[in-house]
């Protein structure tokens, strides 16, 4: 779509698979399923499923197509006083954008006592350097709620965890803080709550050990940044973040490592709230599986590749920042979402960004007569005569038009949507 790999999010049709369930695949350009989605948990496993690196040789070896799996993560994981786990019920699946240039699907219920709603947006853009998603939770506790364990994201699942690694890290843009080789297994917490301070706090799980029958295709390691956090917790406002590691058993043993509550929190009170924006990362993890087009990319693996300095690369250099100078409100920072306001310009610069960066403006009053500018000149993208723009129609009647929009490397760009009726 506009030389650039499109992205797509609908229901896969299991039928002939054995279980028929709704089954979302979230896929860009040809290598499969870069994400799936399992709403119900119908497999018994996550919400986060089958995940696949991008541009990397193939399983049975080549390039453009499947490559291996490294999935899966799961979001809200609510275990309560007594160690039954609430399982999101009455969950209902909207689709707001099914690409190619962004997709958008919303998964909406609450916990199976009643105690805890949530609502999940999950995002993927197109680009052509690794297959990345955008996780945008929001819980919201409806009556006290006691728990034994308590997670708001999982990197890797209690129920869906195959991939084995050997080392953790964290950090944050400033750097790397801490790293160490993990344990596995246990069904236990390796490690307690750790916070997440500073600007882009990121985990790596990388030194992924292929498993033994793989002969043929690249192997990929994994990284969460979490780009927002606002929380209240036992009635307090929780301005940090905290990140733990737990040993799963669900097949080879590994482990996750998890969004959590504060050390010594037990019970939520009605009107504690999460918020959080996550990126999630799937890595190549070596600079030659990577035969993508990106010059920036290949750049970053040849210095970072299976280590910790990947994720931190790519945490800092995507910490995006938008400053408006006319016409909008900056209603996110990544994916960068404008709502139009009165005029018929939307001006604004971009900082900090890398790869073809999503951005959407929202709120325009007709879906045609754009034109967007980058430093003053049209962007035009076009292979096939316009194919390189995507547009929604809105709730509202309103429109969303969206560009990925290539950013220059340590610099600030300036965008411009003009409308020319």
């Known amino acids: 779509w506009g030389g650039v790999p499109a992205v797509s999010h609908a229901q896969l049709s ?54 291996h799996n490294v999935g899966g993560g799961d979001f809200l994981v609510y275990f309560d006083a007594a160690g039954k786990k609430q399982f999101l019920t009455r969950m209902k699946t909207a689709h707001l954008a099914y690409g190619p240039n962004l997709t ?8 199976a006592d009643g105690k805890i709603a949530a609502s999940i947006h999950v995002s993927t853009p197109r680009g052509d350097d690794l297959n990345r998603a955008y996780h945008r939770v929001r819980y919201d506790v409806l009556s006290p709620t006691p728990f034994s364990r308590l997670a708001f994201y999982q990197l890797g ?55 033994e029958n793989l002969t043929e295709g690249a192997w990929a390691n994994r990284g969460l940044v979490l780009r927002s956090w606002k929380a209240r917790l036992g009635g307090q406002d929780a301005p940090t973040a905290h990140a733990a590691v737990y040993g799963t058993e669900n097949g080879p043993h590994s482990a996750n490592v998890e969004l959590v509550p504060p050390p010594g929190l037990t019970e ?11 990126e999630l990362l799937i890595l190549p993890q070596n600079a030659a599986d990577y035969y ?3 010059k920036r990319f ?13 994720v931190h690369t790519l945490a800092a250099e995507n910490d995006v920042r938008v400053q408006v100078e006319a016409g909008g409100t900056v209603l996110r920072r990544l994916p960068v979402v404008i709502r139009a306001d009165t005029g018929e310009t939307i001006a ?74």
């Open 14 to 67: 299991l039928v002939g698979w054995g279980t028929n369930q709704l089954w979302e695949q979230v896929a860009i350009g040809s290598w499969g399923e870069s994400i799936c989605y399992d709403p119900d948990v119908n497999l018994n496993r996550s919400m986060i499923d089958d995940i696949r690196p991008l541009m990397v040789t193939g399983m049975n070896g080549g390039q453009w197509t499947w490559t």
């Open 104 to 111: 958008e699907a919303v998964y909406s219920g609450v916990s």
């Open 157 to 211: 699942a209690d129920g869906y965890n195959d991939h084995q690694f050997t080392h953790i890290a964290r950090g944050n843009a400033a750097g790397i803080q801490e790293e160490w080789e993990t344990g596995r297994g246990g069904k236990r917490y390796l490690r307690g709550a750790m916070p997440l301070e500073g600007d882009a706090p990121w985990l790596s799980l990388h030194g992924g050990l292929r498993p």
């Open 268 to 278: 939520l009170q009605r009107g504690d709230f999460v918020e959080a924006e996550v």
């Open 292 to 294: 993508g087009p990106s």
């Open 298 to 310: 290949h750049e970053q693996l040849a210095r970072h590749a299976g280590t910790a300095g990947l």
């Open 348 to 421: 604004f610069k971009v900082s900090r960004a890398m790869g073809y960066l999503p951005v959407t403006f929202s709120g325009l009053t007709s879906h045609k007569g754009y034109v967007l500018f980058q430093d003053g000149v049209r962007v035009d993208q076009a292979v096939h005569g316009g194919d390189f723009w995507q547009t929604i129609r809105e709730e509202a009647g309103t429109y969303a038009l969206t560009f990925n929009v290539p950013v220059p490397v340590d610099a600030s760009t300036r965008l411009e949507l003009r409308h020319s009726p």
